[in-house]
């Protein structure tokens, strides 16, 4: 059995529910967002070894922000995010999501990590995001909220931008999920791409639209990222994920880069 398709020998818990909407609309109420009761070993990243160097690559969008580190994780944490959200059991519904019927059409689960996840992660990527963004200065935390989207054959997630978010965390006991201060907002969205192409994954770039609707297709390497910039303002990136076809799946990660309004700096 390959790690990926390994089945954790750990405890998850629901720390919130919330209304969940479907593809095709519609929602389901009290669709669960999980936890891990204890952090797994395989979730407990650790310093990144000296053969990772994580670079960073602007990508030209005509003025708007976009750019990717690669490596950010090695092919074994992917794999265990991949096989600890396989047992969490991704679902047709997305919890506290809100698109319009035919948008996303992929299955999603969200859960709560921590810092001995994404501490590591942090640190990898920190020297190579934008200090400030709109006067606001990068928050040292990325969102502990986890939105994981799998993509089987023939799921796409149509043209849309990313809308900004309050950070989460988890609660001392583990079982609840805690809203950040509101002077904690998202201003990137980060994806973490968990395989790709050379896993079997056919289609499934992400595609990034210039003000002129001409676009840069962006291939998904397992433990690369992309960054964009979101929200509802001029300078959010439109993008979609293409569609995936054939019998691998493709699996990524959404996680929220922070900044803090009460941290004043150059724009």
């Known amino acids: 059995m390959s790690a990926a398709a390994a089945a954790p020998a750990a405890t998850s818990v629901v720390v919130a529910r919330m209304p969940g909407s479907l593809p095709m609309g519609g929602v389901v109420p009290n669709t669960p967002i999980h936890a891990w009761a204890e952090t797994p070993a ?43 959200s396989e047992a969490l059991g991704f679902r047709r519904e997305a919890p506290g999501i809100s698109t319009p019927p035919g948008m996303r059409m992929n299955k999603s689960v969200h859960w709560v990590a921590d810092d001995a996840l994404l501490g590591p992660i942090f640190q990898r990527i920190a020297p190579l995001l934008p200090a400030t963004l709109d006067g606001h200065a990068l928050y040292p935390r990325l969102s502990h909220r986890l939105n994981l989207y799998r993509y089987d054959n023939n799921d796409v997630f149509n043209p849309h931008t990313d809308g900004d978010w309050p950070g989460f965390s988890l609660s001392d006991d583990r079982r609840e999920m805690l809203q950040w201060p509101a002077q904690l907002r998202s201003k990137l969205t980060m994806l973490l791409y968990l395989n790709g192409p050379e896993d079997g994954v056919a289609g499934g770039q992400t595609r990034l639209y210039r003000p002129d609707r001409a676009a840069v297709d962006v291939v998904p390497r397992a433990g690369a990222a992309l960054f964009f910039r979101h929200g509802f303002g001029p300078g959010s990136v439109l993008h979609e994920g293409a569609r995936v076809l054939g019998s691998v799946s493709k699996y990524v990660a959404r996680i929220n880069v922070m900044y803090d309004s009460g941290l004043s700096g150059s724009a």
Do not use: K
């Open 42 to 84: 395989a979730l407990a990243f650790g310093p990144a070894p000296a053969s990772m160097q994580p670079r960073r690559t602007d990508i030209e969008l005509a003025g708007l922000l976009a750019f990717s580190i690669e490596p950010v994780i090695s092919p074994g944490e992917a794999n265990a995010l991949i096989a600890h």
